[in-house]
């Protein structure tokens, strides 16, 4: 299991603040700083409106992903910085400051740093330039990633799991660009592009000469596939502004065609490493 990068006991630290000094209005307003969302249909297990409002927005965060810990980030920025504006307005100013101080003391402790009103860290840049290789060419990774997509199909996040859905083929299609020593940009989102370029090192191009037709036809099919991937997550999942709330039945979907989607890549890159191995060397 990846180690989270922020703490249970720091988050519940800001949770406490937060529930302290905000009200629900503001608490969204803190959170949605950072682009978060709160996780639809969630029966939060503490006392209180607050608390209960703050750990919806948590249950949509993955501690362990850079890209959800930088959201976050940018909401604890946000908190700090109306923290220190309500210390002329009202608060009890010593309050505001010790509060202030209790936070960056234990973000401290989780090995980030307060600097010109950001929050940087170390360990938090090396997990981003690690985070591609955290889906793994392996089965297991596979099944990993798409049980947790399932957890929240379960938990009633629909769109979270379409969206796990999408970062699994996503972050697998860079893995095998990598391996292959295919050329990509490695901030390319769009999932269609990077499944164009793997096509060639795989032989997954239904263009290709040496394959049968019906061979071909399921090709197009997997690029059809990719393709409705692309547009169910831009539409209905919290990657972007979510157009609509997907059904259940709308996330299984998405979640099981990565799943034989990745499953399907996985083997066709294991097949024509073994066939380039098999080659006689001249």
Same mark, same amino acid.
């Given at each position: ?33 950072? *682009?978060?969302?709160?996780?639809? /249909? ?73 600097? /010109? *009103? ?6 938090? /840049? !090396? ?40 970062? !699994? ?62 547009? !169910? ?11 609509? /709330? ?37």
């Amino acid at each position: 299991m990846s180690r989270e990068l922020i703490s249970k006991a720091t988050r519940d630290q800001f949770r406490e603040v937060i529930k302290d000094f905000f009200c629900l209005r503001e608490i969204d307003m803190i959170f949605q700083a950072g *682009g978060l969302a709160p996780r639809a /249909n969630f029966k939060p297990q503490v006392n209180g409106e607050r608390r209960g409002r703050v750990e919806t927005y948590y249950a949509n965060i993955d501690f362990s992903s850079p890209g959800d810990v930088r959201k976050l980030l940018v909401a604890y920025e946000e908190l700090i910085e109306r923290l220190r504006s309500a210390q002329g307005s009202g608060m009890n100013a010593q309050d505001v400051k010790t509060k202030i101080g209790v936070l960056l003391h234990r973000m401290e402790r989780d090995g980030f740093h307060y600097e /010109n *009103g950001r929050f940087v860290s170390e360990t938090l /840049n !090396l997990a981003i330039v690690q985070a591609p290789t955290l889906v793994q060419l392996t089965e297991a990774s596979i099944t990993e990633h798409v049980d947790k997509a399932r957890r929240k199909i379960e938990a009633g996040d629909n769109a979270g799991a379409i969206a796990s859905s999408y970062t !699994l083929v996503e972050e697998f299609l860079k893995e095998l660009l990598r391996r292959t020593g295919t050329p990509f940009k490695e901030n390319e989102g769009d999932i269609r592009e990077l499944y164009k370029l793997a096509s060639d090192p795989l032989n997954l191009n239904p263009a290709g000469e040496t394959l049968e037709s019906y061979l071909k036809a399921i090709l197009q099919g997997l690029r059809q596939q990719i393709c409705g991937l692309y547009e !169910l997550a831009n539409k209905a999942s919290d990657r972007h502004a979510r157009r609509y /709330n997907p059904a259940c039945h709308h996330a299984k979907l998405a979640v099981n065609a990565a799943f034989t989607l990745c499953e399907f890549l996985l083997d066709s890159y294991e097949y024509q490493k073994q066939r380039q191995e098999r080659q006689p060397v001249s």
